[in-house]
T-cell receptor, first 114, second 110 residues
């Protein structure tokens, strides 16, 4: 698990600001998944990316949320004009892409919108 | 829409007790069922199940899958306080997507 690096670990934003969450996958992993966990709830799938491609974004809200995984650098989950309801823990997982069971999770970013 | 339901939502036991956690699912293009343990941080992988009736064991934890009735159970025997956590069940489907249940919160008291 230590191989998937997320930063920042904690992020506080005021309503209307932008939040940028970063995820560096494990070495050798080219598939990244973002999940959101609301307090007292399970993990909800948001988006699945490979390098330079969005494969499945069926869990992403249609507005204000976007994700990318460039050829170089970490995957970024971007939330524009944050609202209180965006407060959650955002987890990233990475895998080689063969089977999801090889996915390892990062420590998560806890976003608080005040 | 793919759905994974876990029960109970939470339970409290004493050290030495045995707990059984349930996970039922309704998904399209099932590939695997996974159990994770989450303790205030990243979920850690416990088991992956793909075939019915074959029990997976790791120490005091074991799990089995029933693909006909669409459920899995996770057993923890001789519980210890270190087993206190949220246990998450997830179903993997074609397209490499994981759908998670809401989790079962287990508290083991000394």
């Amino acid at each position: 698990n230590a191989g998937v690096m997320q930063n920042p670990r904690h992020l506080v934003r005021r309503r209307g600001q932008e939040a940028r969450l970063r995820c560096s996958p494990m070495k050798g992993h080219s598939h990244v998944y973002w999940y959101r966990q609301l307090p007292e709830e399970g993990l909800k799938f948001m988006v699945y990316l490979q390098k330079e491609n969005i494969i499945d974004e069926s869990g992403m809200p249609k507005e204000r949320f976007s994700a990318e995984f460039p050829k170089e650098g970490p995957s970024i989950l971007r939330i524009q004009q944050v609202v209180r309801g965006d407060s959650a823990a955002y987890f990233c997982a990475s895998s080689t892409g063969t089977y999801i069971s090889e996915a390892f999770f990062g420590q998560g970013t806890r976003l608080t919108v005040v | 829409e793919d759905k994974v339901v876990q029960s109970p939502l939470s339970l409290v036991v004493h050290e030495g007790d045995t707990v059984t956690l349930n996970c039922s699912y309704e998904v399209t293009n099932f590939r695997s069922l996974l159990w994770y343990k989450q303790e205030k941080k990243a979920p850690t992988f416990l088991f992956m199940l793909t075939s019915s009736g074959i029990e997976k064991k790791s120490g005091r934890l074991s799990s089995i899958l029933d693909k006909k009735e669409l459920f899995s159970i996770l057993n923890i025997t001789a519980t210890q306080t270190g087993d206190s956590a949220v246990y998450l069940c997830a179903v993997g489907t074609a397209g490499n997507k994981l759908t998670f249940g809401g989790g079962t919160r287990v508290l083991v008291k000394p």
